[in-house]
């Protein structure tokens, strides 16, 4: 087995940059917010630092996923609705049949993401992106919370 340490980088935080990203979903699904978070980072010239990333809601979260094959994200929707599907014996049922599998789909998805920033870009895969995932039927409009801690141009 072979493992490689790159070079260190250090930087001294001093900058902490928060903004609110407004996302409009168009019901079950993954909405890229890739470059939407990127613009964000360059609006706060960041360079070094960590990107944090927050759902401010219970019924949707976040992802980081493959943003080449869309087929993909259709896979990922029929899974999580198989692990929680609306049929299933719920308690909780004010907010409709899709909405305490939404819950279910958040608990297991997560609602924060820490990304590292490099040289002012994300620090993602070649083939990552970050996604708004939203687990109820119809439309809503979320809103993520991102901050940068770290240094700055």
């Keep these: 087995m072979s493992v490689e340490l790159s070079a260190i980088v250090s930087a001294v935080p001093e900058s902490i940059a928060t903004a609110s990203l407004m996302v409009a979903t168009s019901g079950a ?75 279910v789909k958040t608990m297991l998805t997560g609602v924060s993401l820490h990304v590292p920033v490099r040289d002012g870009t994300l620090a993602l895969g070649t083939w990552q992106g970050i996604y708004v995932a939203e687990h109820r039927a119809r439309p809503h409009r979320r809103e993520v919370v991102l901050q940068f801690i770290g240094s700055k141009s």
Excluded at 41 to 52: E, H, R, S
């Design 29 to 103: 699904g993954f909405t890229e917010i890739t470059r939407e978070v990127a613009g964000f980072l360059a609006a706060a010239k960041a360079t070094q630092g960590i990107l944090f990333i927050f759902m401010r809601h219970t019924s949707a979260s976040l992802v980081i996923q493959e943003n080449a094959d869309p087929d993909v994200r259709t896979d990922l929707v029929a899974a999580l609705a198989r692990l929680a599907p609306e049929d299933g014996d719920w308690v909780h049922d004010v907010g409709g049949p899709d909405d305490m599998p939404a819950h």
